[in-house]
C-alpha cells in the first residue's frame, strides 16, 4: 500500500510520494534508485518504496530457516555484503543473526518472477550456467529466462547501473541516464553467429530482460519503469 505522505523513523521531516525518471540516490540503503520514491522536500532526502514502508521482519523462500531484521546499518564493526547481489552493505539491511545473512532491501524484494507477456524471467539463488553479460557463474542470484537461453546476475545489472548513475552524475544536466548491453549482445552474436534472424531476435529479447531485471533492481518492478529503462537503453 503506497500513502501521499508518511513519517519515517530515519528522518524528522514528512516525506512525500513522487515519481522521478532521474536516478537517485536511497538515504536509506544507500543504493541507486529510479521511479517512484518517497522524498523530504525540505532536505532533499530520498528513500526507495521498499526502505520508506519496510517490513520489520520478513522472511525469503531462499533462505528458508532465516529471519531476517531490518536494521538502520549493518550490525558489527566488519563489512558485510548482500547475499543477492554481492555489493557492500552500508545502510538499511535485512539481517538474519543466526545466519549471518543480509540483503539490500530491494533484494530482499526482487520478484521470482518477471513477465511483460512476452518474456517470463525467473529468479534463482545459483545457477550452473554463466551470466550472459560477465561470463562468470554463480556471482550473485540470477534472473533466468523461461527457455533457458538467458541468464543475468544481479551483481552485473547492479554495476551497469552504477556505472550509468555515476557517468550521469559527472555528466551534469547535458548527461542522459542509460545502460547499454554491448557485452551482452556481443556474446549473443557470437552464440548465434550463423544465424542474422536468431541474432536479432535474441539481441531484443536480452535488451527486453535487462530492462526488466534493471527495473527490479531499481526498486521499482513496474511497466512505467520498464518502459523508462528501455528508451533509455535505446538511445
Known sequence: ?????????????????????????????????????????????????????????????FYTKCSFQLLARPPGSIQRYCNACGKDVTGFVYHCKSCGFDLHPCCAKLPRMLDDGEVKLYL???????????GRTGRSWSYRSECKKYNLDVACVKDMLVES??????????????????????????????????????????GLALQFVASAVLGDPTTMIAGIIGSLMSK
Not at 174 to 186: A, C
Request: proline fraction near 4%.
Open 1 to 61: 500500500m503506497k500513502y501521499n505522505e508518511i513519517s519515517h523513523f530515519s528522518h524528522q521531516h514528512k516525506l512525500k510520494f513522487e515519481h522521478t525518471k532521474f536516478p537517485f540516490k536511497c538515504d536509506g540503503c544507500h543504493e541507486v534508485g529510479i521511479g517512484s520514491l518517497y522524498k523530504c522536500t525540505t532536505c532533499d532526502y530520498d528513500l526507495h518504496l521498499h526502505c520508506a514502508l519496510p517490513a520489520t521482519t520478513i522472511s525469503h523462500p
Open 165 to 206: 548513475w555515476h557517468d550521469y552524475l559527472c555528466g551534469g544536466n547535458n548527461k542522459e541516464f542509460r545502460t547499454t548491453i554491448p557485452s551482452l549482445k556481443g556474446t549473443l552474436q557470437t552464440y548465434h553467429q550463423k544465424s542474422k534472424g536468431k541474432v536479432q531476435k535474441c539481441c531484443e529479447m536480452a
Open 124 to 134: 534463482y539463488r545459483k545457477v550452473s550456467v554463466p551470466c550472459h553479460r560477465c
